[in-house]
């Protein structure tokens, strides 16, 4: 997940509230390759909000032009982005040995206080719009989607850690007993098990309750701390084929298919790349740059992006914005939109107290 730098894991997102890094000391050396992980995962998370509804839209009205191929292609790629939060986290959480009460306080403080904040500003946010366009505020949708985990559709991430915050103590006190290889067993068949719960979900147009999400990600959460245990190394040029081969893979299944399945984040070619990105920063070693001074902002921005975006398309749409093209209109979205946010949770990050929402 993303959170805070010199925390322990990071939001979708959100940080997808999705990353925590252990504390470090004063002379602990930091991690610079997850920094930079966790910077490149937002930098998709973004890009994947911006990209994604032209894909969708032009599934759903079968036209497949320019614009359906940009968003389907940047989607495809992008759709590593909660995958490796996840695995940040796993990296960074499991094998620990932790009691219980140590774990759970660290663990609330850091989480409930951006959910608590965010949630109750995205209500407040849902209400103006609607009072907004309508002139009337209807409590009931809103209430909703506080309790479906999902008061604005990015913070499900930040929800979906509250269960695999409440498993964690107990995973690790099962994998200090086995070996990495049965983990990595157990991973594989976690990941299995959380593509058909996703496969069930789509077909019956259902969903468990929030508290239960984990179970879908659970595999890649194992698949983190396998993984920067691992001693075995890839060649770096073989793992970024297999991210390029599976992401184009996915946009010309969802192409033929005409099915948006191919974008879940268990299907397989997702899975695959995801591994394959992680696994190539997990064993690279690089210098602090301008991706890893920002890490410790992600889980700002991921709170804080998904409000800047739906701003910004009310504006295009109501001023009608627009260069008429959609590659620069993507562009430039994206650069408003990375760049307020960025600056909101570097604003936020420096005010006492209030810093604790980010």
């Known amino acids: 997940?993303?959170?805070?730098?010199?925390?322990?894991?990071?939001?979708?997102?959100?940080?997808?509230?999705?990353?925590?890094?252990p504390k470090t000391g004063p002379k602990e050396k930091r991690n610079v390759s997850v920094d930079v992980l966790r910077s490149f995962?937002?930098?998709?998370?973004?890009?994947?909000?911006?990209?994604?509804?032209?894909?969708?839209?032009?599934?759903?009205?079968?036209?497949f032009n320019s614009a359906f191929w940009i968003g389907n292609v940047l989607n495809s790629f992008c759709r590593v982005c909660v995958p490796l939060f996840v695995m940040i986290s796993g990296a960074f959480l499991l094998g620990r040995?932790?009691?219980?009460?140590?774990?759970?306080?660290?663990?609330a403080a850091r989480v409930l206080w951006p959910l608590t904040f965010w949630s109750g500003a995205y209500v407040l946010y849902l209400f103006l719009m609607q009072y907004v366009g309508s002139g009337e505020l209807v409590l009931a949708p809103v209430i909703n989607r506080i309790l479906i985990g999902k008061p604005f559709y990015h913070l499900w991430y930040i929800y979906m850690l509250i269960g695999l915050y409440l498993v964690t103590p107990v995973v690790n006190r099962a994998i200090q007993t086995l070996e990495l290889e049965e983990v990595k067993k157990a991973a594989?068949?976690?990941?299995?098990?959380?593509?058909?719960?996703?496969?069930?979900?789509?077909?019956?147009?259902?969903?468990?309750i929030f508290i239960l999400w984990f179970a879908e990600y659970i595999g890649y959460f194992l698949m983190g701390y396998v993984i920067v245990n691992s001693q075995k190394r890839w060649g770096s040029i073989s793992l970024l084929a297999v991210y390029v081969v599976s992401s184009v893979s996915i946009a010309l299944l969802a192409y033929f298919f005409r099915?948006?399945?191919?974008?879940?984040?268990?299907?397989?070619?997702?899975?695959?790349?995801s591994l394959a990105i992680f696994k190539l920063f997990s064993q690279s070693?690089?210098?602090?740059?301008?991706?890893?001074?920002?890490?410790k902002l992600t889980l700002g921005v991921y709170l804080i992006h998904a409000?800047?975006?739906?701003?910004?398309?009310?504006l295009r749409e109501r001023l009608e914005l627009t260069t008429g093209f959609t590659l620069p209109d993507v562009l430039i979205k994206f650069c408003l939109v990375f760049g307020i946010s960025l600056a909101l949770a570097s604003l936020i990050s420096r005010v006492p107290k209030l810093n604790k929402v980010i």
């Open 307 to 314: 409000g800047i975006l739906d701003i910004i398309r009310l």
């Open 41 to 63: 995962s937002m930098i998709l998370v973004v890009l994947l909000h911006i990209a994604a509804p032209y894909a969708t839209s032009g599934l759903e009205a079968q036209e």
């Open 285 to 295: 070693s690089f210098q602090a740059n301008w991706l890893s001074r920002f890490s």
């Open 97 to 107: 040995n932790e009691p219980y009460t140590f774990f759970y306080k660290k663990r």
């Open 1 to 21: 997940m993303l959170i805070k730098a010199n925390q322990v894991k990071g939001s979708t997102i959100a940080s997808g509230a999705a990353v925590t890094l």
């Open 259 to 273: 099915n948006p399945l191919f974008y879940n984040y268990l299907f397989p070619l997702v899975i695959v790349a």
């Open 188 to 208: 594989y068949i976690m990941l299995g098990v959380g593509f058909l719960i996703n496969l069930w979900n789509d077909y019956f147009k259902n969903d468990s």
